[in-house]
């Protein structure tokens, strides 16, 4: 039995990584840092109905003795860092901590590992927001970075540094660069997901309209589940590398929420507000993302396309406030 030590399991990404590496058989341990809010950690592996069969263990992504002694014991076979400050908003607020987290947290993992099992398969969740000002109108892994955020750039930092352990240590480390991935966990900061919650209460009539930033930024969304997929495939590679993970296709936020609010029955124009407030300091205009060289070497290709998607996280939502409501 294979064991994979996942950090950022709480997440939407790593419950669904474990999900996955769950029904591949494996031993899944979760990094798990300590906060008052213990009541709620793990919902959305309880949500999958996993949360029993994972061993979640107390560390912390700023403590590299903690992640030493875990590494130590447990000597994973995989180890897959996807703990960040991923709230590209809440970076411009707390870069430091966005730096430290997102960016010194992931050499912390990259350290450990090549201290306590350098024969461990690393993978980095790299991020489409490097890309930022983009430098061609579609990306790939030789496309030039310009981040635009200070989460960009602490993912930036992640990156190169997994690069540098792959090229100076010989790790079998990996990077996929992934653009947006969402689903009924995603969190309710991500526009997305306020999206899918707004149509939702304002269906059941909880609201009556939904405030937005740019409704001009284009994003390639895919679904997490069919993206977790390609974390795991790249660490069955015999040799490491970096892959773009993305749909190719591209859509605005606005149109995103024309998809959400007709699958409710309902015209978006009718609900949705743009609030200036809401706008990034600085914006990532558009992103789409070539993800040839995954679909080839590691035979992926998304399976949920974005009308799907949006569809699964609308009825989600609408179960949600529905259960609120009988139990208010």
């Not at 014991?73 to 430290?100: C, I």
């Not at 947290?105 to 930022?132: C, D, I, K, T």
């Not at 993206?227 to 892959?243: E, I």
């Amino acid at each position: 039995m294979p064991t994979a030590l996942i950090t950022g399991i709480t997440g939407q990404d790593g419950a669904y990584l474990a999900q996955l590496l769950l029904g591949n058989g494996y031993r899944v341990l979760g990094l798990l840092r300590r906060s008052a809010s213990s009541d709620i950690i793990g919902e959305r592996l309880r949500w999958l109905g996993i949360l029993d069969h994972i061993e979640l263990l107390d560390g912390d992504m700023g403590d590299l003795g903690s992640l030493v002694r875990i590494i130590e014991k447990h000597r994973p076979d995989e180890v897959y860092n996807l703990a960040a400050q991923s709230f590209v908003a809440s970076s411009w607020q707390q870069p430091l901590l966005t730096g430290m987290v997102t960016g010194l947290g992931a050499v912390n993992v990259l350290e450990a590992v090549r201290l306590a099992a350098p024969r461990a398969r690393f993978y980095q969740a790299s991020s489409s927001e490097m890309f930022g000002r983009i430098q061609a109108a579609q990306q790939n892994e030789r496309t030039p970075f310009y981040p635009r955020s200070p989460y960009a750039a602490a993912k930036l930092y992640a990156h190169w540094m997994t690069v540098n352990y792959r090229e100076s240590f010989s790790l079998h480390a990996s990077s996929g660069i992934l653009f947006n991935h969402e689903s009924p966990l995603r969190g309710i900061e991500f526009v997305t997901r306020k999206i899918t919650d707004g149509v939702a209460r304002i269906r059941l009539g909880l609201a009556r309209e939904l405030c937005l930033g740019n409704l001009e930024a284009k994003r390639d969304w895919g679904h997490a589940r069919d993206y977790v997929r390609a974390m795991w495939l790249m660490l069955q590679q015999k040799a490491p590398g970096d892959y773009v993970v993305a749909t190719g296709r591209s859509t605005s936020v606005g149109e995103f929420c024309r998809i959400a609010f007709a699958h409710a029955g309902l015209d978006h124009r009718e609900f949705v507000r743009v609030d200036p407030a809401l706008f990034r300091p600085a914006e990532v205009d558009a992103l789409k993302g070539d993800a040839a060289k995954a679909r080839q070497v590691l035979g992926w290709a998304p399976e949920v396309g974005l009308e799907a998607l949006a569809a699964e996280m609308v009825e989600a939502d609408l179960a949600r406030h529905r259960a609120r409501q009988k139990t208010g």
